[in-house]
Structures are given as structure tokens and as C-alpha cells.
């Protein structure tokens, strides 16, 4: 492997393309220097974006793709008719060989249903889960499985325990993360079917720290570095962080404007404030990655900004240097029998 | 129908029985003329609680129980074990009719499952769902399945949106409740098996105002009066709420406390912001009630105070008065070969 990490980057997707996309790209190369981008998308779009900027130009070129894929256009179809649209030819980049990690704000249904059609996944590995960190009291948790295949196996469930682990000792540097299951209770007969089945799957599995359950109560505390669960749950975990910060933030800021004497309190706070709970915000975490497959395939919010395009970037890095896909296969492939069919 | 309710209170049960217990039973009957209650539990403790207060002696009933049942005991075994406990003895005073309603801030699990047990499921449903309000930047929605039965069956999500319509409409008087189907996308080919098949038949459903499928971020914004969904589900949001908001809290409190000049700033905004997320919290709201029952059962917070206790006993009135049971009979009734298998 060459020390030059390569990431193509759909230079069209997500709400604030590409302004925001070429930024944050050419500020990523402008930081490392161990950073090659393909910017992915209508080459005279990002030729005339990128004259706004100073760059090293031989880490960055531009892959010429004449289609987008709407966010609202089924992904299976999207994906068999724009052939030529910058998700399927930035995923292609990555498939190749070519690049080694892809970054999108675009579609998140394309994304993950191309991503795994187009990159494929690891031998061995039967759902890629997308893995969203979260921001909690004591730092970050990842919560896995928060992808668009629901209905998951008690199987599923423990190979995301498995992969969220390489992931967090590897490329967040977490040692022996805890793994906790997302239930309804904490003791071991509570939960729903998958639950009940799944924890002694995850009980009896060496390779990770299994602590339990984890109440949904308890993950903003950060009780648990990793939070397992099925994909529905964990849309809704992810959902209600943001619908419940929104409506309490949105409360907060009425209460601040609401007269001068609030108003001059909201003076002498406001900077502290912001600072604190900028750490709840999602731009500043890089994207999310859709974990298992031959390559690193990082989501990051339809609305991200250059700052969250900066970081996905920049997590490829490590994700890449650290080998993730090869130590994923490598502990499923260890393990493999316990789940053939 | 006699016009006093009469209700039944768990006098052990939760973390501040029987202190706050027998002090919100009195601020409730000096409150409403229209209520007898029937203090349940030991009766030297209740009688020693009583002589601290002034209230109506023909209105308020020491029922004798010389057991407890502790949060921590499997439900199944407390009550066939413990027959003479608190929560046994006053939700035989329902089933018996000598009592229209019960609410205990104990054992949620002893609650749930003996509440089906001892009180009994009304002709026709099959599922009995806890059924919490929750705080919306609108008022009040209803989350409707928060209870211990999980993994539920499409017909069970139907009839928890009928019940909920007829509770929303008939106790806290609001016209036409909109219903949503909590999912992770707003398409109708969005969400998991159980959601899939649902949702057509909630959108046939000729009883409910039904406006299709609502995301977890959506939900502290009011958008629907009624979140269906299955219980783990709705466990996870109900704690969710608690977490983030904990969290964000105190994040905040932080901040403020932090040096001077917050501190300052905090002394100007104290007050109204108090007053603001007042809203927020769980004591300003009733218990949430266990629909689809023979008679009220009502389950408070473990943590209640007087005022929790004596807003759930308050809510009791109106649900007795306008004959919840008897409607939800008669519009399952009505639907009821929809679903006889």
C-alpha cells in the first residue's frame, strides 16, 4: 500500500453542493499531505469551484461523472440507470483499487445500498452496517447498526459488535471498547426476541468487551463506547438525539429572547453556551462509515458543511492506514463457522 | 354510574411511598369533589401519614395490604406469591368494581402484567398498551406502545391506534387526533416488516385520522397526536427523551456555573427558563395509563411526587367520567371480524 491515502469524494451530493464539498476537500489536502482526492462530479462545476482556492494541484484531480442521483430516487434503480452519475463513479474509483475510501453527503439510500452493490462486502460479512458516532458526556460512542437493512439476525448483531470494535480501538484508539446492547432493561431475560437471542451470542463471544444491556436512557451519558443494535432502533436512537437537542435548544432560545433581562443574560452566556454544545453537533463529527465492505465507504449528513467534508476526509486516513477491512476479515474469517448456514 | 370516581392508590409503591403517595391523594380529594380514594397498603403507616394533613374523612379509605412487591421481583411470581401486597390487593378492588381506577408509582413490570392479569382485558383486545403523553414544542402527543408486551402483531399496532384516538379525544378533548406510524423515512415502502404491513392497514382504517409514517426527529416537534408503535420501540423514544434532555441539561447547568460572568448571565435567565422547560418534565404530566382494560390502571413515574400523583389520580376522573372502557369495547366491537383469526 502506498502511504498516499486516495478518497473520492461526490463532489455533487448533499444540500450544499459542491460549494461546500470542494472546500472541505481542498482544506482536508491542504492539512495532510498524505492525502490524494478525486473530486467526483461535472468537471467544469468543480474546475470553476476549485479556482477559488490554493492547493498542492497533483493531490487533486477531478473524475469527470455527468449524472446525479436525487436524494429521493429509489437507489436500486438510481444505480441501474445513472451509470454515469458521481456516486456509481466515485464507488467505482473505490472498487478498482483506485481510491481507497469514498466520501458523499448525497443520497443516503444510494449510498448505502450502492456501496455495498458496487464495493461489495468482505467475505464472511452478512450485513454492512452504517455506524454513526454519537456524542455523549464522556466523549463518543458508536452506534451500530443505524443502515437501511432492518429486520437484522441475532448473527447480524454480533459481527456488528465484532466490527465496531476494530473500529473503535483501531481508528478512534479506544482500548478494549465496551459493548452494550441496546434493550428495554437492564436484566438479561428483558428485551424482544432478537435482544433475548443476541445477548448470549454476545455474552459468549471472546472477541469483545460485552457489558450488558444499555437503556437508550443511558447512551447520551455515554455509559457503553459502543451501543449495538438492529437498524430501526438505531435510525430512532439517532432521530430522537436530534429531534429532542432541536426542540430543547429551540426552547432554550426562546426563553433567551423572550425579554431585556434574558437578553442581557444571553449576552453574558451565549459564547460559553455555544462552545459546550458544540460538541452535540453533528458537523463536528466526520461522517459515518458503512462498516464490512472492501473499502471505506463514509456517509456524512445531506446538509454537511466544508468543516464535516474536512473531517469524513480526514478519518478515511487512519481508517486506510489502520487496514480496517483486512482486520475485519481476518477475526470474522477466525470465527466464521460459528454462523455458516 | 355513581358520580364520585373512586380511585384505587398504590400507597407503597415507588421511591418516595408512602410520604408524596398519601400527600398527592389528599391534594387531589381537597381538590375534586367528585373523588373517593382508597389508600392501599399498610394501615398504621397510611393512618400515621394522614394525621398530618386536613381533607374530607368520608372521602378517603384506608384499605389494609400487609405485603410489598419490590421493583426488582419477576412480576408473575410477585403476585402469585404476594397476594396480599399492595398492588394485588388494590387492583382487585377494581376488577371487584369497588373501585373505578388504580395508580401506583410502583413496579412498573407488577403494574403491567397484573393490571392484564388481575383487571382484565376488555372482549376484543388483544393487547393492552401503556400509553404515556409525552412533551411536543405543540402540547402533548401520545406514544402508544411504551409497555412491557414487545414484539407486537400489525393487528395489535391497529388497535393501539383506536384506543389512543378515543383516549386522546374523549380524555384530553382534542378533535380528530392525527396518528402516526413511528418509521425511519416518510415513504410508505420505508421501515421494517411489522411496519410495512401496518401501515396499510392503519391508512384503511376508517376510525382514525391517520397521516401516514412519522420519523423519530419529528416527534418532540408535535407533528402527530398519536406515535404508534411497538413497545421496544417505544421504550427506546420515552427513554431517549429522558437521556438527551438529561444530558443537554446538564450541559447547560455547566455552562452556567462555569465562571462570573455566566453566572451573572444565569441569574437574569433562571427563572423564565425554569418556567419554560417545566414543560419538559415528567412530574407536570399524569401517569400514563394502561389502555384496553376492564377499569383505569394508571402507572406513575417510581420517582413521583405529591404532584404527579395527584395530577394521574386528577386524569382518572375524566377517563371514568367519559366511559373509556366502554367505547374502546364498542368500536373494537364493531371492527372486531377485521382480525378474529
Known amino acids: 500500500m502506498s502511504d498516499m491515502v486516495r478518497v473520492a469524494v461526490d463532489a455533487m451530493g448533499g444540500d450544499n453542493a459542491p460549494v461546500e464539498i470542494v472546500k472541505g476537500a481542498v482544506e482536508a489536502v491542504n492539512e495532510c499531505s498524505d492525502l490524494k482526492i478525486c473530486l467526483v462530479g461535472q468537471q467544469d462545476v468543480i474546475a470553476s469551484e476549485l479556482t477559488k482556492y490554493q492547493y498542492p494541484e497533483d493531490r487533486v484531480e477531478i473524475v469527470h461523472a455527468s449524472e446525479i ?10 444505480i441501474r440507470k445513472k451509470k454515469d452519475s458521481s456516486i456509481v463513479v466515485a464507488l467505482n474509483l473505490v472498487k478498482e483499487g483506485k481510491c481507497d475510501a469514498y466520501v458523499s453527503a448525497g443520497s443516503t439510500g444510494a ?28 466523549g463518543d460512542s458508536l452506534l451500530i ?11 447480524h448483531l454480533v459481527q456488528f459488535a465484532k466490527m465496531g470494535t476494530i473500529y473503535m480501538r483501531d481508528v478512534h484508539g479506544i482500548e478494549n471498547p ?8 437492564a436484566e438479561e431475560d428483558k428485551g424482544n426476541a432478537l435482544v433475548k437471542e443476541t445477548f448470549p451470542l454476545l455474552k459468549n463471544c471472546p472477541y469483545i468487551n460485552f ?4 437503556e437508550a436512557r443511558d447512551i447520551p451519558a455515554g455509559v457503553v463506547d459502543i451501543a449495538v443494535c438492529e437498524a430501526f432502533t438505531g435510525n430512532v436512537i439517532l432521530k430522537m438525539y436530534e429531534g429532542v437537542g432541536n426542540a430543547l435548544l429551540g426552547e432554550i432560545k426562546g426563553v433567551l429572547m423572550s425579554n431585556l433581562k434574558t437578553k442581557i443574560g444571553a449576552l453574558l452566556i451565549k459564547k460559553a453556551l455555544k462552545n459546550r454544545l458544540k460538541r452535540f453537533q453533528t458537523s463536528e463529527h466526520g461522517g459515518a462509515p458503512l462498516l464490512g465492505l472492501n473499502g471505506l465507504v463514509v456517509k456524512t449528513h ?13 478519518e478515511c486516513i487512519t481508517f486506510t492506514k489502520q487496514n480496517i477491512p483486512a482486520k475485519i476479515q481476518e477475526m470474522l474469517g477466525s470465527t466464521l463457522d460459528e454462523f455458516e448456514e
Request: charged fraction near 20%.
Open 178 to 185: 465496551t459493548v452494550g446492547i441496546v434493550n428495554i432493561g
Open 211 to 214: 457489558v450488558g444491556s444499555v
Open 111 to 138: 449510498t448505502l445500498v450502492d456501496g455495498q452493490v458496487i464495493v461489495g462486502r468482505i467475505k464472511g460479512v452478512e450485513r454492512a452496517p452504517l455506524a454513526p458516532l454519537i456524542p455523549t458526556l464522556k
Open 302 to 314: 445531506g446538509s454537511s458543511t466544508a468543516k464535516e467534508i474536512k473531517n469524513s476526509i480526514i
Open 69 to 78: 442521483i436525487e436524494t429521493a430516487e429509489p437507489p436500486v434503480m438510481a
Open 145 to 155: 447498526d443505524c443502515g437501511a437493512n432492518v429486520d437484522a439476525r441475532p448473527s
